[in-house]
């Protein structure tokens, strides 16, 4: 992947805990290649469901290290995590439009989700998004883009 990626390129995937992308987080957490932080928001007009984006900074100098050597071993039971996001989602786009999946469900697998991924051992950086008090959105970095090299004020 270092052949396609420019230096301090920035990976994002959304949707990461809700259905979930376990695989994905796992790979961002391990591979030297990558700093990951996660963004943690609520879905739209949901505010009880949660749900994440990914952000996957690249490490250029790293990829060109490895290369293509660079293993990352996924830990047991990150299969059945996988499965489980996949049997939702499959619900969750069931045929003639509607989905099987309600509002507290979907809240419910989250949680689930995040309890799973702890407990296999994806223990990742969250930011949050914040209200102004005009109600405006932002994310609140505090101090996860210290390390990203590519993060200077104005440009997130």
Not at 36 to 62: M, Y
Request: proline share 6%; aromatic share 8%.
């Amino acid at each position: 992947d270092h052949s396609l990626l420019a230096p301090n390129c920035v990976l994002a995937a959304d949707n990461v805990l809700k259905p979930g992308a376990p695989h994905l987080l796992w790979y961002l957490q391990e591979s030297i290649k990558y700093q990951q932080i996660l963004v943690s928001l609520r879905e739209f007009a949901l505010e009880k469901i949660e749900d994440w984006i990914a952000l996957g900074l690249f490490d250029a100098g790293a990829a060109m290290r490895v290369g293509k050597a660079e293993q990352v071993v996924y830990p047991p039971g990150l299969g059945a995590i996988a499965y489980a996001t996949d049997r939702v989602r499959k619900r969750a786009c069931a045929s003639g439009g509607s989905s099987e999946v309600d509002q507290d469900e979907w809240a419910a697998h989250a949680q689930d989700l995040k309890t799973a991924f702890e407990d296999i051992g994806i223990k990742p950086r969250i930011v949050h998004i914040e209200r102004t008090e005009d109600g405006r959105p932002f994310v609140d970095w505090g101090d996860a883009l210290d390390a990203w090299p590519c993060a200077r004020p104005g440009l997130v």
